[in-house]
Nanobody
Framework: QVQLVESGGGVVQAGGSLRLSCTAS????????MGWYRQAPGKQRELVAI???????NYADSVKGRFTISRDNAKNTVYLQMSSLKPEDTAVYYC???????????????WGQGTQVTVSS
């Protein structure tokens, strides 16, 4: 069984910083792309940032230059460093990962339970 567990959310003032972490645990053979999505009240879930196993990254335009995604492959962990936070960044942030449980499995997609980020003005 595989689980993605996020941590690091909270309440911060506009202009502040937060760092989110997400660790994949369980029976894991390999991890491919890992990323962060967010969902604000009344809005659809959207991609924030994604990173491949090789370290290539892609960001939503709204967070470019403010957020940095990174990963530690040995720990099956992905991070999201968020700086210069704005009230519009307020959302539940979800971790997502494509991974294989065994060498003979195809990639499967997993979601974390979400962590709340609230940016006050």
């Amino acid at each position: 069984q595989v689980q993605l567990v996020e941590s690091g959310g909270g309440v911060v003032q506009a202009g502040g910083s937060l760092r989110l972490s997400c660790t994949a645990s369980g029976s894991i053979f390999s991890t491919d792309a890992m990323g962060w999505y967010r969902q604000a009240p009344g809005k659809q879930r959207e991609l924030v940032a994604i990173i491949t196993s090789g370290g290539s990254t892609n960001y939503a335009d709204s967070v470019k230059g403010r957020f940095t995604i990174s990963r530690d492959n040995a720990k099956n962990t992905v991070y999201l460093q968020m700086s210069s936070l704005k009230p519009e960044d307020t959302a539940v942030y979800y971790c997502n990962a494509d991974l294989r449980r065994n060498w003979y499995n195809n990639n499967e997609n997993y979601w974390g339970q979400g962590t709340q980020v609230t940016v006050s003005s």
